[in-house]
C-alpha cells in the first residue's frame, strides 16, 4: 500500500528559502510519477507545482516556480522521498502543499490532480513580507 507523508511546512519571511519532503513507501518499480501540488485559500482546486518522472528524473514545472523551485527525488529500495527545494519564496507562495503518486507510465507529464491517485496530508508554507 502507498503511503504519502510531507514534511517540511513554515512559516518564512519573503525571499527565504524552505525544503519540503515527502517520504514514501509501497512503490515496486520506477514506473510512476510523484508531483507537488499547492492549494491557497479560496483555490478551488490544488495547483501543480511539479512533477517528476521516476523512471528518468524528467521534470516539469508551472511557470510560476520555474526558477526558484526544484523538485527531486532519491529513490531507495522500498521507501523513497520527493523533495521540493523552494528559494527566493513570495508572499503568493502561501498555501498547503501535497506531495502525490501517480503508479503508471504516461506519455505526457500528468498535471491535473485527477491525474493522481494517491496523496499525502499536506503541509503548511506560509510566506510573510
Known amino acids: 500500500q502507498v503511503q504519502l507523508v510531507e514534511t517540511g511546512g513554515h512559516s518564512v519571511q519573503a525571499g527565504g528559502s524552505l525544503r519540503l519532503s515527502c517520504t514514501s513507501s509501497g512503490f515496486t518499480d520506477a514506473n510512476y510519477f510523484e508531483a507537488w501540488f499547492r492549494q491557497a485559500p479560496g483555490m478551488k482546486e490544488r495547483e501543480v507545482i511539479a512533477?517528476?518522472?521516476?523512471?528518468?528524473?524528467?521534470?516539469?514545472?508551472t511557470d510560476s516556480v520555474k526558477g526558484r523551485f526544484t523538485i527531486s527525488l532519491d529513490r531507495v529500495i522500498g521507501k523513497n522521498t520527493l523533495y521540493l527545494q523552494m528559494d527566493g519564496l513570495k508572499i503568493e507562495d502561501t498555501a498547503m502543499y501535497y506531495c502525490a503518486a501517480l503508479l503508471e507510465y504516461r506519455q505526457y507529464m500528468p498535471t491535473r490532480p485527477t491525474d493522481f491517485t494517491y496523496w499525502g496530508q499536506g503541509t503548511q508554507v506560509t510566506v510573510s513580507s
Open positions: 512533477v517528476i518522472y521516476a523512471g528518468n528524473e524528467n521534470t516539469a514545472y
